[in-house]
């Protein structure tokens, strides 16, 4: 296993332990509420929405 | 269902539209996975998608949205803060992939190469593009202040709404 792959592999349990913590423990606030806290305003759907495009952009359109 | 919010009644044209409007982002997305990245094809979808989302936003939105942007900048570091976890998971996943970017490394993946081996499939394509394109949806139409909400005396916006466009 490579460096990067180590490292990413540290990233995503990170992501899914926390996903599953901010599940089972209440007050933890969890990404959807992350993500509503962007669509509060244009400001915040607007930046949402351009990260989403370029994501998209990049992923379905360039070398990934 | 005392307290509860009413749904709104829709009528069959609209039940047939949203059918259809289904059936169609099917195909949309079978179609996709067909497709090559490097393709023109490809390329016009995905910005034809982009387009179409952001002039969704702006369609759907006017008028709906919860908080002025000013009012929501003013709570939004307070927020991120209170979610401390995530905005480190966030910032970490960010940066190691702008690192690995950077270095152009083989031994150093991008987020976007690693998930490469699965949009290099039909299937992973068009599995990737249709959570992409609910993402977009749910971006642009998710967490609006509805107009059922105010004529069902449901009272007032939490905060002051903003004016039409961003």
Same mark, same amino acid.
Do not use: C, N
């Given at each position: ?7 990413? $592999?540290? @990233?995503? $349990? ?16 969890? @990404? ?33 | 269902?005392?307290?509860?919010? &009413? ?7 609209? &039940? ?17 996975? +067909?497709?090559? %990245?490097?393709?023109?094809? +490809? =390329? ?10 952001? *002039? *969704?936003?702006?369609?759907?939105? %006017?008028?709906?949205? %919860? ?13 991120? &803060? ?15 992939? *702008? ?6 490394? =083989?031994?150093?993946?991008?987020? +976007? ?7 290099? =499939? ?16 749910? *971006? ?9 909400? %105010? ?16």
């Amino acid at each position: 296993m490579t460096v990067g792959a180590a490292v990413w $592999a540290g @990233i995503g $349990a990170a992501w899914l332990v926390w996903l599953v913590a901010s599940r089972l423990v209440r007050p933890l606030p969890g @990404i959807d509420a992350v993500v509503k806290a962007f669509l509060g305003s244009w400001l915040g759907r607007v930046l949402a929405l351009a990260a989403w495009a370029e994501a998209g952009w990049h992923l379905f359109g360039q070398r990934p | 269902m005392a307290g509860g919010r &009413r749904r709104p009644t829709t009528t069959p044209i609209a &039940r047939l539209a949203r059918a259809v409007g289904v059936v169609a982002l099917a195909a949309l997305v079978a179609w996709e996975g +067909s497709l090559g %990245r490097y393709s023109a094809a +490809s =390329h016009a979808s995905v910005l034809a998608v982009i387009v179409s989302v952001v *002039l *969704l936003a702006l369609v759907a939105g %006017r008028s709906r949205q %919860r908080a002025s942007s000013r009012t929501w900048a003013g709570g939004i570091v307070r927020m991120l &803060r209170e979610a401390a976890v995530w905005s480190v998971l966030i910032a970490a996943t960010v940066s190691w992939d *702008l690192a690995s970017f950077v270095a152009q490394s =083989h031994s150093l993946p991008t987020l +976007s190469r690693i998930l490469g081996a699965v949009t290099d =499939h039909d299937w992973g394509r068009a599995l990737v593009f249709a959570a992409w394109l609910v993402l977009g949806l749910y *971006l642009t139409l998710g967490e609006r202040r509805g107009p059922v909400a %105010r004529a069902a005396g449901e009272g007032p916006p939490r905060e002051r709404p903003s004016t039409g466009g961003p």
